[in-house]
């Protein structure tokens, strides 16, 4: 490999030596004697001006400079003449390495609708946008792992393919090796599955926690960071099929350490963003401004996206009950007006409604809700003496709703038993319950949708724009 990336070619003084640059054409303008040829090779957003004297080339080569071709440039880099740039690279031999036809590459120097790029998703890492946006992802990805690197948790992989449903709300999607035109069936007319590759049914894993808990409960500190799935039909903005969840579990660690690291935890990814992707926030931050003023007045975000990022940094999130929560939604005047599409009374689940009206309009900050109603809530959720509420905790984020959610475990075998009894789980579950058996310990956790990260940093209304091949009903070409 002897190619220079442009990302440290404009950052460079070091002018007048020979460089090599590789990349595809972002645009082409000049005259009839000189073309100035932009760049990029995704290393940064930036192009860098690769200046062509004509006639010093084949025509044939010069045709094909063309927007979308890639080329490969060797040349001299020079200090830049023109004030946009800093730099610029003068060509001494060119090589087409692929055409692009003009008349045929989607892909022309103009705006173009994000749900246009989302039918050429196989294109779009070539836009400035999702240039941008897949390198935010890179780097918070990065710091995940950093983060807990360096706080002694451990990575933990849990498995994909698993036999549980961690919700029990049978979501999920099916794995099997079965005939699916001939399902063998047992004595009672039901599919067999003691004949599919695992002797019983499986699917893909909703989430990574049950078993990340039984790593807690040994390595002390573990997260996972994968893939998981729900066969949800919610065709939203903030909902895929397939999405990558980030789920710390902590031995020792309580309700209120649960809500400590998760704050800390988010306000350290968006401070590793604002640090290191300073170019791409601020193109973002245009193209959210933009967006922005073209909105209906009511819908408008009153801050801009840098600033949304510095103020989430700035300010303590909000922690309440989820029955003070109740009381205050009550109490407003979106209440009175009756503006509530859903009903309000405690014990209800939280519409996303009623969790912007806390964020967006009441608080004006995240907000972290705990304590909710025991029935709305996953089994594994640790109980409170009141007998009606468990120690769940959501945090809620503006714009994006429900960000994290997660809780303190049930690690009284007893109760928990108790709920797995009710709900049919006990066997299917009898190594999870083990772990409260034997040497059981309170312990907490919560999941961070990564892609309701990736939307809320780079102001992305849409979740399938953060994601490079997204999943939802209907859809799963690429
Ligand atoms: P929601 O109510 O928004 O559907 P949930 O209550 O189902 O979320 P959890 O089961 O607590 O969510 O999952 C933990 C986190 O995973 C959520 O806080 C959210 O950030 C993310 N998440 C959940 N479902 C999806 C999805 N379908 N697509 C993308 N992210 C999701
Ligand atoms: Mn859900």
Redesign the pocket.
């Known amino acids: 490999m002897k190619q220079n990336a442009i990302r440290h070619l404009l950052q460079s003084t070091d002018f007048d030596r020979p460089v090599v640059v590789q990349g595809w054409v972002r645009n082409r303008r000049g005259s009839k004697s000189v073309a100035f040829v932009h760049l990029n090779d995704g290393s940064c957003l930036a192009n860098i001006q690769v200046v062509v004297n004509v006639e010093e080339f084949a025509e044939e080569i010069i045709k094909k400079i063309a927007v979308g071709a890639c080329l490969e440039v060797e040349g001299k880099l020079l200090a830049s003449q023109g004030s946009e740039q800093a730099c610029e690279v003068l060509a001494e031999k060119l090589v087409i390495l692929g055409e692009a036809d003009p008349e045929k590459y989607p892909l022309q120097p103009k705006a173009h609708s994000l749900e246009f790029l989302r039918e050429i998703a196989h294109l779009r890492p070539r836009t400035a946008t999702f240039g941008a946006i897949f390198r935010i992802r890179h780097h918070l990805g990065f710091a995940v792992h950093q983060y807990f690197h360096e706080r002694g948790f451990f990575y933990w992989q849990s498995p994909i393919i698993t036999a549980s449903d961690a ?1 029990g709300a049978g979501e999920t999607f099916r794995v099997t090796t079965l005939p699916l035109a001939q399902m063998p069936k047992n004595e009672t007319g039901a599919i067999d599955f003691t004949q599919d590759f695992f002797g019983r049914e499986a699917n893909l894993t909703v ?1 990574g926690q049950l078993e990340a808990e039984l790593g807690a409960l040994g390595l002390g500190l573990v997260y996972t960071f994968g893939p998981t799935f ?1 066969a ?1 039909n ?1 065709n939203t903005t ?3 099929a397939e ?1 990558w ?1 980030i789920e710390p579990e902590m031995a020792f660690y309580d309700a209120k350490d649960n809500q400590d690291l998760a704050e800390d935890f988010l306000k350290y990814l968006i401070r590793f963003v604002l640090t290191h992707c300073s170019e791409d926030l601020a193109f973002l931050e245009e193209r959210f401004q933009k967006e922005n003023s073209q909105k209906k007045k009511e819908e408008q975000s009153e801050m801009g996206l840098i600033e949304k990022l510095r103020f989430v940094l700035e300010n303590e999130f909000v922690r309440i009950s989820y029955t003070e929560a109740i009381d205050i939604l009550q109490a407003s005047p979106y209440h009175k007006k009756k503006k509530f599409k859903f009903e309000v009374k405690w014990g209800i689940d939280l519409q996303s409604e009623h969790e912007r009206y806390l964020v967006e309009k009441h608080f004006r900050k995240p907000v972290i809700l705990f304590d909710y109603p025991k029935e709305i809530k996953a089994f594994y959720m640790k109980q409170n003496e009141d007998g009606k509420t468990v120690r769940a905790m959501d945090i809620l984020f503006p714009g994006i ?5 997660g809780s303190q475990r049930e690690e009284v075998l007893e109760k928990l038993q108790a709920r797995t009894d009710a709900l049919g789980l006990t066997q299917n579950l009898w190594w999870y319950l083990e772990t409260r058996r034997f040497g059981t310990a309170p312990h907490s956790g919560f ?3 990564f ?2 990260l990736v939307q809320f940093v780079t102001g992305m209304g849409n ?1 399938r724009d953060v994601i490079p091949y997204p999943r939802s009903p209907q859809s799963a070409d690429f």
């Open positions: 919700e989430s729900r949800e919610s903030r909902h895929l999405f969840m709703g429900e960000i994290v959610g999941g961070l949708g892609e309701r979740i």
